[in-house]
T-cell receptor, first 115, second 115 residues
């Protein structure tokens, strides 16, 4: 079965420090991977995606993610966290068995950046 | 473009009442998705449409839920009769046609509370 796992419910980081939000996946074939962010009382906003090519993907707001095929991971990173990065982050993978591009979402990771 | 538009943003109703949620996708997008978000179950795909036709409704919880897309610029999700366990945030998302590589764009959501 295809799935996405975000092993940490919450990540706490001090402002200015690097942050990592973890994501692992299980799919058949080549994965299409996505990261979304959800601020309080808002919809999900697209951050970045990996389809093919360079394993390091750069996205919005200074975020990047590294695709690692051998470890089946797609961790989200940022070199220097901001308090305004505090939000709920979702990793997702495209369901290859679904013609419509259905996304399978992880449970989300709450990122808290303290000043 | 204004993005995906949802209305109402908040809905409070009493058990047994009919609830109708509305969505206007981004112009030119061929796919429309309805999701439900709860603390217990996270993000769940309820149904999606391609060119106004429902393709996969396997996520619709039961017959009390129905969704329509009468034209390319409008969709509704209806709950009749509503129950307290339907309380959740309902998101609509849309994406363009070309393959699974395209990103889904989410609306701000409708926060539903059934008393």
């Amino acid at each position: 079965a295809q799935s996405v796992a975000q092993p940490e419910d919450q990540v706490n980081v001090a402002e200015g420090n690097p942050l990592t939000v973890k994501c692992t996946y299980s799919v058949s074939g080549n994965p299409y991977l996505f990261w979304y962010v959800q601020y309080p009382n808002r919809g999900l906003q697209f951050l970045l995606k990996y389809i093919t090519g360079d394993n390091l993907v750069k996205g919005s707001y200074g975020f990047e993610a590294e695709f690692n095929k051998s470890q089946t991971s797609f961790h989200l990173k940022k070199p220097s966290a901001l308090v305004s990065d505090s939000a709920l982050y979702f990793c997702a993978v495209r369901d290859h068995y679904n013609q419509g591009g259905k996304l399978i979402f992880g449970q989300g990771t709450e990122l808290s950046v303290k000043p | 473009d204004a993005g995906v538009i949802q209305s109402p943003r908040h809905e409070v109703t009493e058990m047994g009442q009919e609830v109708t949620l509305r969505c206007k996708p981004i112009s030119g997008h061929d796919y429309l998705f309805w999701y439900r978000q709860t603390m217990m179950r996270g993000l769940e795909l309820l149904i999606y449409f391609n060119n106004n036709v429902p393709i996969d409704d396997s996520g619709m919880p039961e017959d009390r839920f129905s969704a329509k897309m009468p034209n390319a610029s409008f969709s509704t999700l209806k709950i009749q009769p509503s129950e307290p366990r339907d309380s959740a945030v309902y998101f609509c998302a849309s994406r363009p046609k070309t393959g699974g590589r395209e990103t889904q764009y989410f609306g701000p959501g409708t926060r539903l509370l059934v008393l």
